[in-house]
């Protein structure tokens, strides 16, 4: 998709191919998903956590990559917080259908996943464009999904359900709060900023 060119007048932008190396290193978090699954199937629990931390630690790897490889895009952005949803939701269900996870919140946590996915998606449609809407709350929600399911791996009992209610409610605020502002408020227009604050991985 277009992203507004560093240093560049106003109005002028260039093409960003979804075919770069940022969302390569995106696309090969999904690599770490039947590593994880083996793990969690097998009761391996440290080499669990591992596959995870590698995931999460792609997650952040990808920015820098665009950073470096000046490829920065709005599809790029959004690719991300797709695959964010996949893994960390593939996550959940595996720690909660092996039983290292409470089933009940489990739901909860991928039911608010799915509202905020498809508040996203009518975003997109007003805005008229490929667009990623930035929440830094919920960016901070999907870190700690993350934390989650690494605290779910480590085998930690009862310490795991006590992380787990106190993550609901924080993610019921955070959708409610996003969702006002992506249905009700009005859609930045589009421009060299716009686009530029957009591409941002």
């Known amino acids: ?46 080499h669990a956590t591992l596959f995870i931390l590698v995931c999460g630690v792609l997650d952040k790897l990808d920015g820098l990559v665009a950073r470096i490889f000046d490829c920065r895009s709005a599809f790029g952005e959004l690719f991300d917080a797709i695959t964010d949803g996949v893994c960390y939701g593939l996550g959940l269900i595996l720690v909660a259908a092996y039983g290292w996870a409470p089933v009940v919140l489990v739901v909860f946590v991928l039911g608010l996943g799915l509202i905020n996915t498809g508040l996203r998606f009518i975003y997109i449609r007003r805005a008229g464009r490929t667009v990623n809407y930035k929440s830094y709350a919920m960016e901070r929600i999907v870190a700690y999904t993350g934390y989650l399911i690494g605290l779910a791996t480590s085998g930690m009992g009862k310490e795991v359900s006590l992380f787990y209610w106190a993550f609901v409610p924080l993610m019921i605020v955070t959708v409610l709060h996003d969702a006002k502002r992506m249905l009700i408020d009005p859609v930045p227009v589009a421009g060299p900023a716009v686009a530029e604050a957009g591409g941002r991985r």
């Open 1 to 46: 998709m277009l992203a507004a060119e560093a240093g560049a007048p106003a109005g002028r932008s260039r093409q960003v191919s979804r075919l770069n190396p940022a969302n390569a290193v995106t696309a090969s978090r999904f690599l770490t998903l039947p590593l994880l699954w083996w793990a969690i199937a097998h009761g391996h629990h440290q």
